[in-house]
């Protein structure tokens, strides 16, 4: 969308969730969880073991994700090429097209700063031997 509207182009971009002004956001936990999170925030793996809380308001979900950006595992890009046929996903068009909002977006995985409980679990789980990535956030000079 924003190479669309710096060559010319009117450009229209839907959220999935409505918009909500700076005046409207309340900061009640319940509210935001309710407006704010995919399904109330009761979304679960198929198995129900894990909640998920996918934002789903404004920018994709980063007024409450803190800014997190994982990219499509191959696997699923693979599914949606096979199962729907959706080449772009497998020939390389939606890796470069996610390669340039990355980068618009200042993601990255370096300086970013770790909490108590989160540098506690990385410290753990790398004393146990696994693997540990931060992950990527979109910090970009704004």
Not at 4 to 29: C, D, H, I, S
Not at 89 to 97: E, K, L, M, P, S
Request: glycine residues 10%.
């Amino acid at each position: 969308a924003a190479e669309l509207a710096q060559a010319g182009r009117r450009v229209l971009v839907l959220e999935k969730a409505k918009y909500m002004r700076r005046e409207e956001v309340t900061g009640v936990e319940a509210d935001a969880l309710d407006g704010m999170y995919e399904q109330g925030a009761l979304v679960t793996t198929e198995d129900t073991s894990i909640k998920i809380l996918a934002g789903s308001a404004f920018g994709g979900g980063s007024a409450v994700n803190w800014s997190c950006s994982l990219r499509t595992p191959d696997s699923v890009k693979q599914e949606w090429a096979s199962q729907h046929g959706l080449a772009a996903f497998t020939d390389g068009t939606f890796d470069a097209a996610l390669d340039a909002v990355c980068a618009r977006v200042g993601l990255k995985s370096e300086g970013v700063a770790h909490n108590g409980a989160n540098q506690a679990l990385i410290d753990g789980c790398q004393r146990l031997g696994y693997h540990v990535e931060t992950a990527p956030q979109a910090m970009a000079d704004v």
